[in-house]
């Protein structure tokens, strides 16, 4: 009797230490994508979930990404792999190339990046803004 009491319990112990660990390794996040459509929100939830993100959904109202992952990802992979895709995002910036990869209702005006960018960026400049003075 005493034996099977020990078993039950290491199986009671066993299963929730188990959903403690599933639980510590999924990590959920939301932060901002720009973009304009619902395109723009497949794509960008496919890049999520190319970067290996459980789950991914993006809003067009509010311009956020909710991601969630566990251990074989992060964050700023994820990040990275939706600026490849073309959006600028919280973590990091797409290139010229992938943005004009974009379709054309998909060009999103790229406020993001202006925050990110210092005053110095040349293509303002060049368009005689007022930062050249
Ligand atoms: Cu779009």
């Known amino acids: 009797m005493k034996t099977l009491q020990i078993f039950l319990l290491a199986c009671l112990f066993t299963i929730v230490s188990n959903s403690e660990a599933v639980a510590q390794s999924k990590k959920a996040e939301t932060f901002d994508v720009s973009g304009n459509c619902g395109m723009c929100k497949s794509n960008i939830e496919k890049a999520a979930k190319a970067a290996g993100a459980s789950y991914a959904s ?7 990404l909710t ?37 054309g209702c998909c060009q999103y005006e790229r406020t993001l990046k202006a925050e990110i960018k210092t005053a110095k960026d040349d293509k303002a400049c060049a368009s005689g803004a007022d930062c050249c003075k």
């Open 58 to 64: 993006w809003s067009a109202d509010s311009k956020k």
């Open 67 to 103: 991601v969630k992952y566990a251990k074989n990802t992060s964050a700023a992979k994820i990040q990275q792999k939706i600026a490849e895709a073309g959006y600028d995002n919280a973590g990091a910036k797409a290139s010229d190339e992938a943005y004009n990869k974009l379709h």
